[in-house]
């Protein structure tokens, strides 16, 4: 079972290139995210998915776009990379959002610097 | 963003002594986690909580759920090498309605002397 699997584990961008981040989970959960990691900040929630077919604004969207591609897939784009994106990605997903008894699992991570 | 206020920010103790970290806010969560993640990982769930009072433990690692429903702790037992890491607690706010939203501690940072 891979549970939440996100590539690239790496990437170098240059300032104003355009990346995908891409995500998938074979748990059958309804609920995705997309969270971004930064030394002394935790983890901060970019965009999610409550359920296939809908997409919501986190707490620091700007610069991202997201698409849920169907029940497993969740990307992340960033349509013109900034140094201040440089930072550690990780893709997320849980059963149902924001109900009791909901759990979220994470995936590895994707290291991304903008240079 | 909202944060959690964890603590301590980082440990540094010997094998074999227990630790205790916890997690307050002035938000009331119906649901707290407890994530352990190692360098260049994401984070992996060690515990989940669902109920004001609940003490749930998951082998040397025991974590409650406060009555308030403010606050949660994580105690490991008997620390082991294997133990290093960043400890991150989250809580489910509830805004009402359908709305909810995970709210992250800043970490705990957890460093095991053999």
């Known amino acids: 079972n891979a549970g939440v699997t996100q590539t690239p584990k790496f990437q170098v961008l240059k300032t104003g290139q355009s990346m995908t981040l891409q995500c998938a989970q074979d748990?059958?959960?309804?609920?995705m995210y997309w969270y971004r990691q930064d030394p002394g900040m935790g983890l901060r929630l970019i965009y999610y998915s409550a359920s296939e077919g809908t997409t919501d604004k986190g707490e620091v969207p700007n610069g991202y776009n997201v698409s849920r591609l169907n029940k497993r897939e969740f990307s992340l784009r960033l349509e013109s990379a900034a140094p201040s994106q440089t930072s550690v990605y990780f893709c997320a997903s849980s059963v149902r959002q924001g109900m009791n008894g909901n759990t979220i699992y994470f995936g590895e991570g994707s290291w991304l610097t903008v240079v | 963003g909202q944060q959690l206020n964890q603590s301590p920010q980082s440990m540094f103790i010997q094998e074999g002594e227990d630790v205790s970290m916890n997690c307050t806010s002035s938000s009331i969560f119906n649901t707290w986690l407890w994530y352990k993640q190692d360098p260049g990982e994401g984070p992996v769930l060690l515990i989940a909580l669902y109920k004001a009072g609940e003490l749930t433990s998951n082998g040397r690692l025991t974590a409650q759920f406060g009555i308030t429903r403010k606050d949660s702790f994580l105690n490991i037992s008997a620390s082991i090498p294997s133990d290093v890491g960043i400890y991150f607690c989250a809580g489910l706010l509830n805004y009402g309605g359908a709305t909810n939203k995970l709210i992250f501690g800043t970490g705990t940072l957890l460093a095991v002397q053999p």
């Open positions: 748990m059958n959960h309804n609920s």
